[in-house]
């Protein structure tokens, strides 16, 4: 990708000189940019799925909140799916183009956070994600070394998984799965997954979410496995102090990253315009079966 192709958009964004990100005096018309620049590598793992967002409407260091409901107000480009819930059918939100993601940018958008299933399959789960979040006292290289001992122990069964930075302090490692399987079956493998590895190692990781036991210890987060759960998408802006991206990465340039916030927004631009290809480009086409937990 010598250069990123650049989505056209009728969206009109207001107040584009406004700050959002007051540190790097960041505007909305820059979010917006960055969101039109980014969406031919964002739209694959965004378009076409149930969301959650994160909006901030005085900003990332301001009061932000989380929606999932759909609004009328949103825009003719952000749509609506019927969900049952247990207090009844509920309207969640989706975008399928750059004019939904702008869309949503014009109502304060800073983050994306897609459902790991499809609209068209909302109850068959094709996305797995382990969200490595290090305790006080974990480097950044036990971090590094936590994703790197799951995708071994994911592919003992059978599984290949692909890694994100999450743009906050941790690590995603993701695992592609054939739609079948329900939200339950999901979520019992991966808690089962994540037992096994702090069995295996305790004196590095903890499943649970408990604060006060997370002291030199990984938290291997399998929570965001269950129905209506996210996790932040990939080229996501973060309502960062500094605008950090969730970005996608190979394997191989794992070891090259120095730090969970290395790409902030124009850096992720950057090394978009660098890729000679996705490096999840495998990942809508690998076929693996969940394995019984």
Not at 221 to 244: F, I, K, P, Q
Request: glycine residues 8%.
């Amino acid at each position: 990708m010598a250069a990123l192709k650049v989505a056209d958009s009728t969206v009109n964004i207001t107040h584009p000189e406004r700050v959002v990100y007051p540190k790097d005096k960041i505007t909305k018309g820059q979010v917006a940019d960055y969101y039109r620049r980014i969406a031919p590598l964002l739209l694959p793992e965004l378009a076409g799925r149930p969301l959650s967002l994160l909006r901030c409407p005085d900003g990332a260091d301001g009061e932000c909140f989380f929606q999932k409901h759909h609004a009328p107000s949103l825009g003719k480009g952000v749509h609506a799916i019927p969900l049952k819930q247990k207090s009844g059918t509920e309207d969640y939100l989706y975008v399928d183009d750059v004019e939904g993601v702008l869309a949503l940018v014009q109502m304060n958008t800073l983050e994306l956070h897609p459902w790991g299933s499809t609209v068209a399959a909302p109850e068959q789960p094709d996305r797995l994600v382990f969200d490595l979040d290090p305790g006080p006292g974990v480097t950044w290289t036990q971090v590094k070394d936590a994703a790197r001992v799951i995708r071994a122990h994911l592919r003992k069964t059978g599984l290949e998984s692909f890694v994100r930075l999450s743009g906050g302090k941790g690590l995603h490692v993701v695992v592609p799965i054939d739609p079948g399987p329900s939200w339950d079956m999901a979520r019992e493998f991966c808690e089962a997954f994540a037992d096994a590895m702090v069995q295996h190692q305790p004196e590095r990781y903890i499943a649970t979410m408990s604060k006060a036991k997370r002291e030199q210890k990984i938290f291997i987060d399998w929570l965001r496995n269950g129905r209506g759960s996210t996790s932040v998408c990939s080229w996501s802006l973060r309502a960062r102090e500094h605008a950090t991206v969730a970005v996608p990465l190979r394997w191989e340039d794992l070891g090259k990253i120095t730090s969970p916030g290395q790409f902030t927004l124009d850096k992720a631009l950057q090394r978009a315009a660098r890729l000679k290809g996705d490096p999840w480009k495998d990942i809508a086409t690998l076929k693996q079966a969940l394995p019984h937990a």
